[in-house]
């Protein structure tokens, strides 16, 4: 079946220093792949997506590329802030009704000032 | 525009009772999804509805939990009798008909059954 996997976490991280989250899937066919974001307190929300082999997503400084060879979505940033600091989930979706998401496990991310 | 409403934002009750939860999709979105979240088992998908018609519901953990959508506007998770392993966060979430609508996530129901 499909599945999502993640690094675990936490990833603790300076104000300013570079973010890698890893995220590798498993799917037969070519999935659309997804970045949420939960803050403390919240639901999740859509950070970016790609839906074809060698698409790149970006938002807010975030940018993942679907790797179709490495079957990867890794997320990455330039610059983290404080702000930043929230749980990461990789998703994927495929299917017949293309209804559903897989979700990864979710990644925590702290930055400190 | 109003995002997706849970209600109750937080919810104590005993072992044995019965618990309701609510949630309000945002108006024209035709899926409605039921998530649980535990840090255990992460984020997982109960049931999910198209227009008011439950169409997957393999995620539900078993009798005791049932769900409704009487209409495009409201629906419910019912858990009876309501047991200490349930304790969890619940999300209710909507989308829009087409390929790669995104799903919007309320901000959940924290569920801790004593």
């Known amino acids: 079946g499909n599945s999502v996997t993640q690094m675990e976490g936490p990833v603790t991280l300076s104000e300013e220093a570079f973010l890698t989250i890893n995220c590798t899937y498993t799917?037969?066919?070519?999935?659309?792949l997804f970045w949420y974001v939960q803050y403390p307190g919240e639901g999740l929300q859509l950070l970016l997506k790609?839906?074809?082999?060698?698409d790149k997503g970006s938002n807010k400084g975030f940018e993942a590329t679907y790797r179709k060879e490495t079957t990867s979505f890794h997320l990455e940033k330039g610059s983290v802030q404080v702000s930043d600091s929230a749980v990461y989930f990789c998703?994927?979706?495929?299917?017949?009704?293309?209804?559903?998401?897989?979700f990864g496990k979710g990644t925590m991310l702290l930055v400190s000032p | 525009d109003a995002g997706v409403i849970q209600s109750p934002r937080h919810e104590v009750t005993e072992m044995g009772q019965e618990v309701t939860l609510r949630c309000k999709p945002i108006?024209?979105?035709?899926?409605l999804f039921w998530y649980r979240q535990t840090m255990m088992r992460g984020l997982e998908l109960l049931i999910y509805?198209?227009?008011?018609?439950?169409?997957?519901d393999s995620g539900m953990p078993e009798d005791r939990f049932s769900a409704k959508m009487p209409n495009a506007s409201f629906s419910t998770l019912k858990i009876q009798p309501s047991e200490p392993r349930d304790s969890a966060v619940y999300f209710c979430?909507?989308?829009?008909?087409?390929?790669?609508?995104?799903?919007?996530f309320g901000d959940g129901t924290r569920l801790s059954i004593l």
């Open positions: 998703a994927l979706k495929y299917g017949s009704g293309y209804s559903t998401l897989t």
């Open positions: 108006s024209g979105h035709d899926y």
């Open positions: 979430a909507s989308r829009e008909s087409g390929f790669d609508q995104p799903q919007h």
């Open positions: 790609a839906t074809k082999a060698d």
């Open positions: 509805f198209n227009n008011n018609v439950p169409i997957d």
């Open positions: 799917a037969t066919g070519y999935p659309s």
